[in-house]
């Protein structure tokens, strides 16, 4: 009785052997026709058979029966990862298996510098082949989506953290703001802030966007904070040429200045902050780390003015009074000559 159990036992598991050696012969033996790459898209909760059948269908694999067996046997299948895959020309099937078991899906890096607009980021976005930029815009202006992910404004801009991302080509515009302003907190807490109250966020943003659209080098920056939040409580314009220019690029539809004229400063918009008062209504770009940073840790001077006076080293020369400013228009005349 028990020897005929045992055999019963190896004919079952000689069997369930047989199956798996046949169905990996079949997968390394008969090469899908295909000369070109293919891209597919798992969707989350996708069966093992409608996987195997978009892979045939897409001719990345011989059989679709062989192949859901064979991960069946292996143990795999209930493994596989929802996502973006692309497979190259010649790709066995048992590659195919590792690399959406493993979840290796198919990203294009997207680098997103310090100090670019709304428009400027959904740009680059879509040079790289991720998302049309229309669409990055209209969903990162879209008010509701933007309280979803708790921005206390109408929009997401200032709020992309710049930083190095890997976006699955054809990602929703949603998927892709989320990660930017996940990032962007993270970064926040790097910093130590953990709880801010909505306006004073907002606030931080704003002037940090002024100092990351103003500083050339990093310890300017903390100078730089000062003199806005010094200008800010004696109740001064901020006179930022980054806003003027913002106005310029982002409102008005010009290409970049390279000089910013007097007659650019009595531009009416409410983001000039040579005729406005205070702060802008919203940031005009996305501060980095240093900006954020000084803005939340500014050096405590008297300084009310600051001027670039050296462009090719970046440095800037900061006065307590207009005199000084002046001359401070002379030395960098001066240095220019």
């Given amino acids: ?30 090469a899908p026709h295909r000369r070109e790459e293919a891209v597919v898209r798992i969707q989350e909760g996708s069966s093992l058979s409608s996987v195997a059948s978009l892979l045939r269908e897409k001719k990345i694999i011989p059989s679709a029966r062989a192949f859901g067996l064979y991960l069946r046997l292996s143990g795999a299948d209930r493994n596989i990862k929802a996502g973006r895959y692309r497979f190259l020309p010649g790709e066995s099937p048992i590659a195919v298996a590792r690399k959406i078991v493993r979840g290796e899906t198919y990203t294009i890096k997207v ?24 669409a990055f815009i209209s969903t990162a202006r879209d008010a509701l989506f933007a309280a979803q992910l708790g921005i206390p404004a109408s929009t997401c801009e200032g709020y992309l953290a710049p930083d190095t991302y890997f976006f699955e080509p054809g990602s929703e515009a949603e998927e892709i703001i989320r990660q930017m302003v996940r ?69 008005l539809g010009r290409p970049h200045p390279s000089v910013v004229y007097y007659r650019d400063l009595a531009i009416k918009d409410d983001y000039n ?40 080293s970046g440095k800037h020369y900061f006065s307590r009074t207009l005199e000084e400013h002046g001359e401070a228009g002379l030395l960098a005349k001066e240095l220019q000559d």
Avoid: W
């Fill in 111 to 134: 680098v997103i510098p310090e100090g670019l607009t709304l428009r400027q980021t959904a740009n680059i976005v879509e040079r790289a082949g991720i998302i049309e930029a229309d």
């Fill in 1 to 30: 009785m028990k020897s005929a159990v045992v055999g019963r036992v190896l004919r079952i598991s000689g069997g369930v052997l047989l199956s798996f050696f046949i169905c990996f012969a079949i997968l390394m033996l008969i």
């Fill in 183 to 251: 990032t962007f907190r993270k970064k926040l807490a790097s910093l130590g802030v953990q709880e801010m109250n909505p306006d004073q966020l907002h606030r931080t943003v704003i002037l940090a966007s002024l100092v990351e659209r103003e500083y050339r080098v990093p310890e300017d920056a903390p100078l730089i904070a000062s003199v806005f939040l010094n200008r800010l409580e004696k109740n001064m314009p901020l006179q930022s040429c980054a806003s003027v220019v913002y106005v310029l690029t982002e409102h």
């Fill in 273 to 312: 902050t040579y005729i406005h008062r205070g702060l802008p209504p919203g940031p005009i770009a996305s501060p980095g780390i240093i900006a954020l940073k000084a803005v939340l840790f500014p050096l405590k001077t008297d300084y009310l003015y600051f001027r670039l006076i050296d462009v090719q």
